[in-house]
Nanobody, 120 residues
């Protein structure tokens, strides 16, 4: 599975961005992670291709929305009410059904990162 992430950019605090991740094939779970300078990669959100099960990190609940367009094999991350602490490189990833969705080492495929910068 090849993943192509896009949609990053620079916005002011309170603004919105939508990230996209186009997949060449389907796995079972699609996830978004992010890594800020000097910090470890952290879980953001995950969704199953079949829908019905979505997970979010507490830090983004109520502000970010993950969704899937099955026809386009694309996963989206709509990010609203962005904060400076959301600044990071965002990665999409794919995995099988086993293991926790928030555990990055459980993901088999990774896209290239896309930079999100939020200024205050």
């Amino acid at each position: 599975v090849q993943l192509q992430a896009s949609g990053g950019g620079s916005v002011q605090a309170g603004g919105s961005l939508r990230l996209s991740c186009a997949a060449s094939g389907r796995s079972y779970v699609m996830g978004w992670f992010r890594q800020a300078p000097g910090k470890e990669r952290e879980f953001v959100a995950a969704i199953r291709w079949t829908g019905g099960s979505i997970d979010y990190a507490d830090s983004v609940k109520g502000r970010f929305t993950i969704s899937i367009d099955n026809a386009k094999n694309t996963v989206y991350l709509q990010m609203n009410s962005l904060k400076p602490e959301d600044t990071a490189v965002y990665y999409c990833a794919a995995k099988g059904p086993k293991g926790a969705t928030y555990y990055d080492r459980g993901y088999d495929y990774w896209g290239q990162g896309t930079q999100v910068t939020v200024s205050s």
